[in-house]
């Protein structure tokens, strides 16, 4: 969940003139891949062109919820201590705006970067920094050669460019690479992308909530792999290639290894940018030099960051409307793979199965005993002669039975040539190579019809069935060995409060055991989820921060529990606001206070009450059905009925009420207390007698709903 869904890579030019009309090189080309799937590259013939279609990809990439990386192939920053000359400051994006206030560029490609560059070089007493011009007798402030340009006031080179091992400076203005040339007429452009809405500069600014993160890259890295590709194909582009591989590269970089590669960064990145991939080329180059994989499906779409939103201004919010928020705000996100048929049990089916074989896929026997022709049945109890064989599962009977004539046959047994009937053998007498038995027998009697089960090519289950043990001797019979089905759902849980230690150990005075976290990983592998326990949080912000961005790197979906409401210790719910992504909904339920639910760089999580009764409650009736949607089951509601009460209660109105019970003698009785601190309340329950939001008076015999703890698969 924390990497990109869509990459853009543009190679940029610095031309004073516009590229021709026919797709050249040197000209300015967009690579992208749009969720998972490669798109043609793009041309732009100015740099006015160029920005609106870049600004149009990022607008759209927003509004479908993608979060986008674009990448483009000019240095971001300039070397330490350039920014401060210039600007009197250290933060590189006032530079950004430093040059958009200054250079000039139109459609015909004619700018003034060459004035501006002079003007920087005044800033320093030595000729340079900027070296190389097209006119030997312009701009006299600009020398027209390196020879003689000390860099002794300004390094040449950033620390990015040593480590990528980059031949280029960004002090050169002219002849290839026109790397200077590049960022001058670049920055100002970024400079406006980078307010636009959602917008971040990797890795000046952080970006974990961002739609979309700026990032400096450099084509060369994979220089290996563009020089293969155009090897096979001599006619391509140059520039092309590099960007269609380069975005096809980072679009198959597993989640995890992107963020470390935009993680692990030297300080001096801050100020001088950071070339994306540095120090990663070979992995980068195998990345791009990987076969596309059409039976990978694309991935499915990350969440809104507004997925948690409730209606504004409700105080408190019944289940029902906090459940159909849910419903409406949540798709699936797990990724779709297969899955060889014995290990299915639990697994979500990801396409709709059908029989590529009919069940049974013969007329069979249901039974042990003797096989004839109906039609030619003797009138009054027939006496039928044996013939020699006989049928059985496994061994069919080559050959017709004549009519008259019957034939041994076992249960599971092909029906022969002529046979459509058996009589059962205890039904029979045997002898003298005949058989006899009453008249009666129905046509067709212990005989079944093929197909009569399922036919070949009827639908047999759907998609998002959560399979159970039956379903994989259903899928079995018509002929499924390999399932698709989505990926498990990775569920992280971590419990917080300073007073938890582990169960088993020894307890000071005010600790006590985590009860929630052996709970909610259990339930969450009942579930057919992949539980991955993230341990024990104390109460502190930052511990809890690196707790969550470790979860969201590891897992789809996180579970938290304690911390959830609004007080001193509730640092989920601050850190979740803080993010900038969190609700905190006021449930009218009980048990259960305030759930905090947000998304931590693009994973969304529950924050569950810590009390270990509310916490269960919570995660039956919310989480259940929502990490059911997430993982592709669909939105499934538990299946409740109604049984005379055991007990008598006057409820008051304003919420609904969850009340651990059980049956016995057909009545529904309810726990003796209804403290939610009570941990064995939920051992001596074997459900949940559900009580409506409103008022009610129930009597002993009244109807109440009782909802089975199967019914919630706990
Ligand atoms: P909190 O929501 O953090 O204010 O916690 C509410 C109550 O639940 C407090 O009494 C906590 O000690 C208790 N609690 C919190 N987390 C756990 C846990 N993992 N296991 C058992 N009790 C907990
Ligand atoms: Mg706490």
């Given at each position: 969940m924390t990497g990109f869904d869509s990459i853009l890579i543009v190679d940029w030019s610095a031309a004073s003139a516009r590229a021709p009309a026919r797709p050249s090189r040197d000209a300015i080309w967009l690579g992208l891949v749009r969720a998972g799937a490669p798109q043609e590259p793009v041309y732009c013939r100015t740099r006015i062109e160029a920005e609106q279609r870049i600004a149009a990809i990022m607008e759209a990439e927003r509004a479908a919820g993608r979060r986008l990386l674009a990448g483009f192939d000019f240095p971001f920053g300039y070397p330490s201590g350039f920014c401060r000359r210039v600007t009197g400051g250290d933060d590189p994006l006032e530079l950004w705006d430093w040059l958009a206030a200054r250079i000039t560029d139109n459609e015909t490609g004619a700018n003034n970067r060459f004035d501006v560059a002079e003007t920087l070089n005044a800033?320093?007493?030595?000729?340079?920094?900027f070296w190389g011009k097209t006119h030997k007798d312009r701009w006299p402030g600009i020398p027209y050669a390196k020879a003689g340009v000390a860099y002794d006031s300004v390094p040449e080179n950033r620390a990015c460019d040593l480590v990528a091992k980059a031949a280029s400076s960004c002090f050169q203005l002219c002849y290839h690479p026109t790397v200077g040339s590049q960022a001058l007429i670049g920055l100002p452009m970024l400079s406006r992308l980078r307010r636009l809405p959602g917008a971040r500069v990797w890795p000046f600014q952080p970006a974990h909530d961002a739609s979309t993160v700026l990032a400096e890259i450099w084509p060369g890295l994979i220089e290996p792999a563009v020089r293969a590709a155009l090897k096979r194909?001599?006619?391509?582009?140059r520039d092309a290639v590099q960007v269609d591989l380069l975005s096809r590269a980072l679009s198959r970089m597993p989640a995890g290894d992107l963020h470390a590669m935009m993680s692990d960064l030297p300080p001096a990145a801050q100020e001088e940018a950071w070339i994306l991939g540095a120090g990663h080329a070979e992995m980068l180059t195998d990345l791009a030099q990987q076969a596309p994989s059409p039976s990978q499906p694309p991935a499915p779409p990350p969440l809104r960051n507004d997925c948690f939103a409730m209606p504004a201004g409700v105080e408190w919010t019944p289940v029902e409307d906090a459940l159909a928020a849910l419903q409406a705000a949540l798709h699936p996100i797990a990724r779709i793979t297969d899955c060889p048929l014995p290990e299915g049990s639990g697994r979500i089916l990801a396409a709709p199965v059908t029989a590529l074989r009919a069940s049974p896929p013969h007329a069979n026997s249901a039974v042990d005993g003797y096989g004839f022709a109906h039609a030619a049945l003797p009138p009054g109890d027939p006496v039928l002669p044996l013939i020699p064989g006989r049928a059985a599962a496994g061994a069919p009977f080559d050959g017709p039975v004549p009519g008259g004539r019957a034939l041994r046959i076992l249960t599971g047994a092909i029906l022969p040539e002529g046979v459509d009937t058996i009589v059962l053998e205890e039904d029979t007498r045997e002898g003298d190579g005949q058989i006899a038995f009453r008249a009666g027998i129905k046509p067709g009697a212990n005989a079944r019809r093929a197909g009569e089960d399922m036919a070949s090519g009827a639908a047999v289950l759907p998609e998002g069935r959560v399979l159970s043990p039956a379903d994989l001797a259903l899928l079995a019979s018509v002929g499924a060995g390999k399932l698709r089905v989505y990926e498990r759902l990775r569920v992280a849980v971590l419990s917080t409060g300073d007073e938890l230690i582990e169960a088993g150990g020894t307890a000071e005075r005010g600790q006590i055991f985590d009860a929630n976290r052996p709970m909610l990983l259990a339930q969450i592998a009942r579930w057919g989820m992949e539980a991955i326990d993230m341990g024990r949080i104390p109460d502190d912000r930052d511990a809890l921060r690196a707790a969550l961005d470790a979860a969201a790197q590891r897992a789809d979906v996180i579970l938290t529990s304690g911390g959830a409401s609004a007080g001193d210790e509730d640092h989920v719910s601050r850190l979740l606001t803080e993010a900038g992504a969190m609700q905190q909904w006021r449930i009218a339920l009980k048990p259960g206070r305030p759930l905090a639910l947000g998304l931590w760089r693009g994973a969304p999580v529950f924050g569950l009450p810590g009390n270990p009764v509310a916490a269960l409650v919570c995660t039956l009736i919310f989480a259940r059905p929502a990490l059911g949607l997430l993982a592709g089951a669909g939105w499934r509601a538990p299946q409740g009925f109604n049984v005379p009460a055991a007990f008598a209660k006057s409820k008051k109105p304003g919420r609904r009420e969850y009340l651990r019970a059980r049956i016995r003698s057909g009545r529904a009785e309810v726990f003796a207390s209804e403290g939610s601190g009570r941990v064995s309340s939920l051992s001596w329950a074997e459900g949940l007698v559900e009580l409506p939001d409103g008022a009610a008076q129930i009597a002993h015999g009244d109807p109440v709903r009782y909802i089975p703890y199967g019914s919630f698969d706990l």
């Open positions: 800033l320093y007493r030595s000729p340079g920094p194909d001599p006619g391509a582009i």
